[in-house]
């Protein structure tokens, strides 16, 4: 992973640092946002975010990744500390195009996860080893992760990154994302409190 450059991110809730790296393996650019110093030995207060161009710049309800991505940049602003990487694995890794093709499975009541499948590929194809040289770039090597993914806290792990704290990170539960939601929980594992509320709201 090729570190290439930084600049000033002003957003709503607190002017963070952008930083550009690229993978030299793929070619695919990703980015870290930062707050703060997170170079100090702490734990970082992080979020490791997976691209989703509809729920994240669209607007779209499928899924809670717009309000996931908008939530742990409030929580690292308030926190005045903390980092975001944003992984450019649209789709859990089958690409913008194919999770389109997914999704009108599900249109045709497929869930999530038999969408993937129909079409050729696994449940969910996201590498996280590229998180460890974005990491140690900036001399990051303990995370309190915001997720509810047990997954993503395995694959950290196992790619050599000390997740010392796990917070969820529920949000935008609605009725167009139910389902998404619920097959979550039932088959990719994700931890979901069940008595989450419903947001009834358009
Ligand atoms: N293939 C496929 N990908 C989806 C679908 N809905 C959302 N995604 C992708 O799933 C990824 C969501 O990743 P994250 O926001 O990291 O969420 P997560 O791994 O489920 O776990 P959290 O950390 O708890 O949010 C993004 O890459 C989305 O584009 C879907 O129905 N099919
Ligand atoms: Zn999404």
Known sequence: MDYVDSCQLPTPWAVFTLHAF??????????????GNVADGQ???ARVHSECLTGDALFSQRCDCGAQLETALQVIAKEGRGMLLYLRQEG??????????AYQLQDQGADTVEANVQLGFPADMRRYDICKPMLAHFGVSELRLM????KKVNALTQAGINVVERLPLQVNRNRYNEGYLQTKAAKLGHWF??????DEQE
């Open 92 to 101: 859990r890794g089958i690409g913008l195009v194919n999770k389109i093709r």
């Open 43 to 45: 734990p970082v207060l």
């Open 147 to 150: 997720t509810n993914n047990p």
């Open 193 to 198: 409190a069940t008595h989450a509320p419903v």
């Open 22 to 35: 690229v993978s030299p393996d793929t070619g695919k650019e990703h980015v870290a946002l930062t707050l």
